[in-house]
């Protein structure tokens, strides 16, 4: 079945470090991958979407890019703010539509 | 605003007693999920609709979990008979029948069970 497996918190990191969060992911097919984000007291929101090998999906200075050989979709920035204190989920969504996540991984920006 | 909407935001009841969720989703959208998350977990997959047939349901979906969509617009999960290991936060999602698959999320239902 599908899985994603992703880089365990929490992450505390200062105002204007570099952010890395590791993902990879099984699946028997060739599925989109997705970052979404939750923000203390919000919903999940789509951070960035990517649907194919070598594609980069980017947004609010974020990015990951699908590497089909690495099984990965790594999400990076380089430069966070105390506004990106939320916990981050790695999904992918296959044929079958569903999303499977990772646990999450909380991040917190001190400024 | 046009986004997901769930109703209740809140729900506490006690053991055996049956509660039922609302989604409302975005009003283009044919597809409806249904996920359950509990804390320090990622939210995982319990039912979809594509428009008023409910195509698919993940095992975690006991019998005393039933979702309906009747006229392909709002949706709504009931479980009967509440155990304590139901409580979670129970999110809604919808999606275009084509493309990427990109869900949106509504703000979710938090149960618990007492």
């Known amino acids: 079945g599908n899985s994603v497996t992703q880089m365990e918190g929490p992450v505390t990191l200062s105002e204007e470090a570099f952010l890395t969060i590791n993902c990879t992911y099984t699946?028997?097919?060739?599925?989109?991958l997705f970052w979404y984000v939750q923000y203390p007291g919000e919903g999940l929101q789509l951070l960035l979407k990517?649907?194919?090998?070598?594609d980069k999906g980017s947004n609010k200075g974020f990015e990951a890019t699908y590497r089909k050989e690495t099984t990965s979709f790594h999400l990076e920035k380089g430069s966070v703010q105390v506004s990106d204190s939320a916990v981050y989920f790695c999904?992918?969504?296959?044929?079958?539509?569903?999303?499977?996540f990772g646990a999450g991984t909380t991040v917190t920006v001190r400024a | 605003d046009t986004g997901v909407s769930q109703d209740p935001r809140h729900k506490i009841t006690k053991r055996g007693q049956n509660v039922t969720f609302r989604c409302d989703p975005i009003?283009?959208?044919?597809?409806l999920y249904w996920y359950r998350q509990t804390l320090g977990q990622g939210p995982e997959f319990l039912t979809y609709?594509?428009?008023?047939?409910?195509?698919?349901k993940s095992r975690l979906l006991s019998d005393r979990f039933s979702a309906e969509r009747p006229k392909g617009s709002f949706s709504t999960l009931e479980i009967q008979r509440t155990e304590q290991g139901d409580s979670a936060m129970y999110l809604c999602?919808?999606?275009?029948?084509?493309?990427?698959?990109?869900?949106?999320f509504g703000p979710g239902t938090r149960l618990t069970v007492l």
């Open positions: 999602a919808s999606s275009f029948q084509d493309g990427p698959n990109e869900q949106f």
């Open positions: 699946a028997t097919g060739y599925p989109s």
């Open positions: 990517a649907t194919k090998a070598d």
């Open positions: 999904a992918l969504s296959d044929s079958d539509y569903k999303l499977s």
């Open positions: 009003s283009e959208h044919n597809r």
């Open positions: 609709f594509q428009n008023e047939a409910q195509l698919e």
